[in-house]
C-alpha cells in the first residue's frame, strides 16, 4: 500500500493516505513503517489531526473509521491483497465513497461481486495495480462520483438482507417441522 502511495503522490503531490490498520498491534509499526520509508507522518493518538504537509495519517484508534471514510475520496478496503479475505466494503459505499479492492475478498464475496458488477467497485490482480487504480480514480471527479452513486446504491438495495436472510429460514423450518423429542 505503501509503494501505491508514492506512485500516487507522483501524480497528485498533496495526496493523504489515510491508513487505518485493523488491529491495535499494527498502530505503531505501520507508522514506523510509513515514517522509514520517508513519509511525512502523523497519528489520531499523537497529533489529533493530520497536517497540511502530511503524506500519511494512521488512524490509531477504534471506532472512527466512517468518519475518515466520509473525507475520503475513494477507499482501498485492505485485507483484501492478501489471502485474508478482505473487509467490509459497505462501509465507504455507505457513504458513496468508491472502493477499490484486492482479489482476496472471500469474506465479503457476493457483496463485492455486487459492487464491482454495478460499477461501485473496482478489483485489482494484485499490490502493483494499486496506485494506478487510485490515480485513475483521483484523475476523473466525474466519474469518480459516479463511482460512488453506484456505490451508495448497491449499499441501498442490499439494506436489510439479515432480515431477509431470516425470513428466508423462518419459511424453510415452517415448511418441514421437526418433531420435538424429549
Known sequence: MLKAHAAVLRRFPDALLLIAPRHPERFRPVALACR???FTTRTRSEDEHAGTVSQCFVIDTLGELLRYY???DVAFVGG????IGGHNVL???ALSVPVVVGP???NFEAITASLVDDGGAVQI???DALGAAIVR????EAARRRMGAQARAVFERERGAVARNMAAIEA???AHPSPVRD
Not at 80 to 83: A, D, F, I
Open 36 to 38: 522509514n520509508l520517508g
Open 172 to 174: 424453510v423450518l415452517a
Open 70 to 72: 466520509a473525507a475520503s
Open 125 to 127: 490482480a494484485d499490490a
Open 137 to 140: 480514480q483521483l484523475s476523473d
Open 80 to 83: 483484501s491483497l492478501v489471502p
Open 104 to 106: 482476496n475478498t472471500f
Open 91 to 93: 462501509e465507504p459505499a
